[in-house]
């Protein structure tokens, strides 16, 4: 059986098992019969695709209008040459926004080494040029840049920057940040980061890259499968679900990892279900899955005197847990109604509401930074999209047009929203139009998105 056609057969599984485990009417035992079956069915998706560890991006989707012309202008250096292209980076950056078009280098009419002819670009139809240096200093590199106005003919912004061999790319994504705001007024995610988890050679893997899908890092190398990476809100600490030995038994576990230093603490191994941790927007307080009491049910644990708060109280499973950016309630999947549905609660439980009526199949809860919106996993009967709920009005914008996608995650900035499909990671303007293809080279195999927050 070819890869693909394998695919094709666990996914569709995979989610008739989660629908049929929701549904009200079924029995505990069989909720877990189903949970096993998942997992199972996971594994299985995960260990026989073959992957490797290398991002790449692709632009499957433009603005409507092309973005607005602007020119990089090779960084001037009298160096040896770097390991990383400053204004390459800047460019590849700019573009994937969708907001830019930017000037091929063999089209600009100079490449300006003291004044700027600024007669040459308003002839070429450019308005903004950057122009920059890279310097060796003492400990390293000073790197330079100035964001001009070519109509006015005046330096719009300009910064220096102290950088390593190490960290020229970083200094990159900088750059490009200021010079998105500086045009745009809103602010970009070129150096935030995503997190992802992948399968080699029967070996289940943690990564963290930038969010061009470079200077990717290996956090974790395990035998066991490694389930729902979620971000702290300062960006230091991943949380995480695994497998491990409790008392000469396994068990699914949740773990946290500061990303800085590798070091990890086992912060929840109760004997069934351990899943889907959520961090509080102030990171203080993971909200749970259990089955430690019976049936699967929402739980918040304090990080700080791992006091544990049960929220949820039913026959049926409730998960995938969701903070409100201002951490006044969450939003989770449960089956209550006959079918997976994402309703809200207060942090004690109470005030349940349902939020979903489109569809059959509504999870995976997952708030913008501004909480007006969620992303979500939407299915009405045929496939299963990533889909955008106003939370205003009700509607539900369906943005994806395959049929096997899975854990979409926002950007800090609300603009992008990345996800997992059957061959790679995606990640999509919120209106749909904007399309970047992640992990083209990955296999089949790569799952678990989620963007990390704005980064210091």
């Known amino acids: 059986m070819t890869m693909c056609v394998l695919m094709r057969n666990i996914v569709p599984k995979l989610r008739i098992a989660i629908t049929k485990m929701l549904r009200i009417h079924t029995s505990f035992k069989e909720q877990l019969l189903y949970i096993m079956r998942i997992f199972i069915l996971l594994n299985c998706l995960i260990l026989f695709a073959p992957v490797h560890a290398i991002l790449t991006i692709d632009i499957t989707g433009g603005s409507e209008h092309g973005g607005q012309p602007i020119a990089i202008v ?24 969708g907001r830019f078009a930017i000037m091929p280098i063999n089209l600009l009419p100079e490449i300006p080494t003291e004044k700027v002819n600024f007669q040459n670009w308003q002839n070429n139809g450019i308005p903004h040029l950057v122009v920059g240096k890279i310097d060796k200093s003492f400990n390293g590199y000073t790197v330079e840049f100035e964001l001009i106005d070519v109509s006015l003919r005046t330096k719009i912004i300009g910064f220096r920057y102290q950088a390593t061999k190490q960290t020229l790319r970083q200094v990159a994504h900088q750059i490009s940040d200021k010079i998105y705001e500086a045009l745009t007024g809103e602010r970009s995610v070129f150096n935030t980061k995503i997190v992802y988890v992948i399968a080699k050679n029967k070996r289940y893997q943690l990564y963290i890259a930038d969010a061009d ?3 990717h890092q290996l956090m974790l190398n395990s035998s066991e499968p490694i389930l729902s990476p979620s971000w702290s809100p300062d960006g230091k600490n991943l949380a995480y679900v695994t497998y491990s030995r409790v008392k000469k038994s396994k068990r699914m576990s949740v773990y946290i990892q500061e990303v800085s230093t590798g070091r990890r603490t086992r912060i929840s191994a109760y004997k069934g279900i351990n899943a889907a941790p959520a961090w509080s927007p102030d990171g203080s307080r993971l909200a749970l899955t259990l089955s430690k009491d019976g049936n699967p049910e929402i739980y918040i644990l304090n990080l700080q005197n791992k006091d544990l708060t049960r929220l949820t109280n039913n026959h049926v499973i409730d998960t995938e847990p969701e903070w409100y950016p201002t951490g006044d309630y969450l939003v989770f999947t449960s ?34 930074p501004d909480g007006k919106k969620l992303a979500l996993l939407h299915s009405g009967g045929k496939g299963y999209r990533i889909a ?33 499909t059957t061959s790679e990671l995606i990640a999509t303007s919120i209106d749909g139009r904007v399309q970047q293809r992640l992990a083209v080279n990955m296999g089949k195999g790569i799952r678990e998105p989620a963007w990390s927050p704005f980064l210091e």
């Open 74 to 97: 090779p960084f001037a250096q009298e160096i040896p040459a770097l390991s990383q292209d400053i204004a390459e980076i800047i460019s590849d950056n700019l573009y994937r926004s």
């Open 213 to 215: 899908g470079n200077n």
């Open 335 to 368: 089956g209550r109604s006959g079918t997976p549905q994402i309703y809200r609660m207060s942090t004690t439980g109470n005030d349940v509401r349902r939020l979903t009526f489109t569809g059959t199949y509504n999870a995976r809860p997952r708030f913008s």
């Open 388 to 420: 955008v709920l106003n939370l205003a009005t009700g509607k539900l914008n369906i943005l994806t047009k395959t049929n096997l996608d899975e854990s979409p995650s926002f950007a800090p900035n609300g603009s992008m929203i990345i996800y997992a």
